[in-house]
């Protein structure tokens, strides 16, 4: 790949870091004190792991317990290579955080975007959110930074119309079908824009659609608490539709949730 940005260029360094004799060794001698870490010979196949999906027979060490190891490392301090191999293992998860945020918010600067999700994954390294934790980690951490990387794009554009990026994320979201697609985001826009207007909805509300439809994760992921909001904001989109008098047009906006 001859991408340049941030994040592409920070995972071919560590890439080509590890793939030296120094790299390797370092990895070696700290790879040597963890039972889970030290069935990998190299660093490369420690994240060739990780980047692969598990099947459900795989007798190998769990992901969990891998990021769980490194997080260990990595919040204590001891280790400089613990912090670079959970940022080299967590670039596809900037990458999709960071393409949420400038779909959102897409006057921001994919750099400073990108710095801000690197910066806030090791910050998150020290967070007691992840002491103890061996189930779901992947997940947690990725949560925790799409919520900081939101508030702070949210911070970044201060200033512009309330809730009109979380529209447009919306707008760019939907799967289009041909030359119908103009007039449903026309629609879904104007139909979420008075809604918010009138107060139907808030501007939290609108983050919170936004976050649902953007998401990559699975939705059962999701808290029970979350899901419950999600299904009370949608029969509230319902009833002011059903309250409206182009009610057809709004109802097919309801559709693409």
């Not at 980047?51 to 990021?67: A, C, F, V």
């Not at 912090?83 to 080299?88: C, P, S, V, Y």
């Not at 949420?100 to 006057?107: A, D, E, F």
């Not at 909805?201 to 899901?227: C, G």
Request: glycine share 6%; aromatic share 6%; charged share 25%.
């Amino acid at each position: 790949m001859n991408c340049r940005c941030l994040l592409c260029s920070m995972e071919r360094h560590l890439s080509d870091h590890f793939a030296r004799p120094t790299g390797h060794e370092n990895y070696r001698e700290f790879a040597t004190f963890s039972p889970v870490l030290s069935t990998f010979p190299a660093a490369s196949d420690l994240i060739s792991f990780l980047h692969t999906e598990q099947g459900p027979g795989n007798t190998g060490p769990s992901k969990d317990r891998i990021l769980a190891a490194l997080l260990r490392e990595a919040g204590n301090g001891r280790s400089a290579t613990s912090q670079e191999l959970l940022l080299w293992a967590f670039v596809p998860m900037l990458h999709r955080i960071s393409r949420q945020v400038l779909t959102r918010s897409p006057g921001l600067s994919p750099e400073d975007v990108a710095q801000h999700v690197v910066t806030a994954l090791l910050a998150s390294f020290g967070s007691l959110d992840f002491v103890g934790r061996d189930s779901h980690v992947a997940f947690s951490i990725a949560r925790l930074l799409r919520r900081n990387a939101f508030a702070w794009s949210a911070r970044e554009t201060r200033g512009t119309m309330p809730g009109s990026s979380g529209i447009d994320a919306l707008e760019h979201a939907t799967n289009g079908d041909g030359p119908h697609l103009i007039e449903r985001a026309a629609l879904l826009r104007h139909f979420l824009d008075r809604c918010r207007r009138h107060g139907v909805i808030s501007v939290e509300d609108l983050e919170l659609l936004v976050q649902f439809k953007l998401d990559e994760l699975p939705s059962a992921e999701y808290s029970n608490a979350s899901r419950q909001r999600m299904k009370r904001l949608l029969a509230k989109l319902r009833r002011a539709a059903g309250r409206t008098p182009q009610r057809k047009a709004d109802v097919r906006q309801l559709r693409l949730f």
